[in-house]
């Protein structure tokens, strides 16, 4: 595709219940990155993949967020037991793995629990 | 680990006149790429202008330009004659540029509204 795309747009579930969001980088780009926008707040970092390499996971919050990225291309984000402070815009962004190029996100996904 | 702080959570300005949006970082890094993105209502980010930090020339992109002050680790970015589809918020990134870099980070990103 031209960008990359987050599936599903939207997602409101009950609290407790697990979900999984879902990110199509750029094709080609090695690099993705995971970042959660509470309202009206900056960008809070999650993990980073980098082609086989082993994923930085230091910013996810809890045990009960993870994350994968199949065939180095598409990527899970999934937490389980949602809570009610899960609520947030959660952004995917991939890049080229070269010095100095920016990130592409994608238009997010808005998640509330209920 | 790089941190980013914006420290205006909102500015306003008249259309058609100038602001500044200011961003300070902390590194233990020579060598780096700072950004301004843009984020409109449709939360989609948008590049706005990239920095090289081993160059001392500030970027421009038309109405966009920067003030990077290494030694100060100061980032403001300018918009001259603002416009209203300006209004957005705009959010400030590091990048490392060593090998194996392992994430961007950004500031919390400060709110322009463009009055009419």
């Known amino acids: 595709g031209a960008g990359v795309s987050q599936s599903p747009s939207n997602k409101v579930t009950e609290k407790g219940k697990d979900v999984e969001l879902r990110c199509d980088p750029i094709s080609g780009h090695t690099a993705l990155y995971w970042y959660r926008q509470s309202l009206g707040q900056g960008l809070e970092f999650l993990i980073y993949f980098q082609g086989n390499s082993a994923p930085d996971k230091s910013g996810l919050p809890s045990d009960r967020f993870s994350a994968e990225r199949t065939g180095g291309s598409v990527s899970t984000l999934t937490i389980q037991r949602t809570q009610q402070e899960d609520s947030a815009v959660y952004l995917c962004?991939?890049?080229?793995?070269?010095?100095?190029?920016?990130?592409?996100f994608g238009q997010g996904t808005r998640l509330t629990v209920v | 680990a790089q941190t980013v702080t914006q420290s205006q959570p909102e500015m306003s300005v008249q259309e058609a006149e100038t602001v500044t949006l200011s961003c300070t970082y902390d590194t233990s890094e020579s060598d780096y790429y700072l950004f301004w993105y843009k984020q409109p209502p449709s939360r989609q980010m948008i590049l706005v202008i990239r920095q090289e930090a081993y160059k001392q020339q500030n970027a421009t992109e038309n109405r966009f330009s920067v003030n990077f002050q290494k030694a100060a680790k100061s980032f403001s970015l300018k918009i001259s004659d603002s416009q209203l589809g300006d209004a957005a918020m705009y959010f400030c990134?590091?990048?490392?540029?060593?090998?194996?870099?392992?994430?961007?980070?950004f500031g919390a990103g400060t709110r322009l509204t463009v009055k009419p």
């Open positions: 990134a590091y990048r490392s540029r060593k090998p194996r870099a392992n994430d961007m980070r």
């Open positions: 962004a991939s890049s080229i793995y070269r010095a100095g190029t920016e990130a592409f």
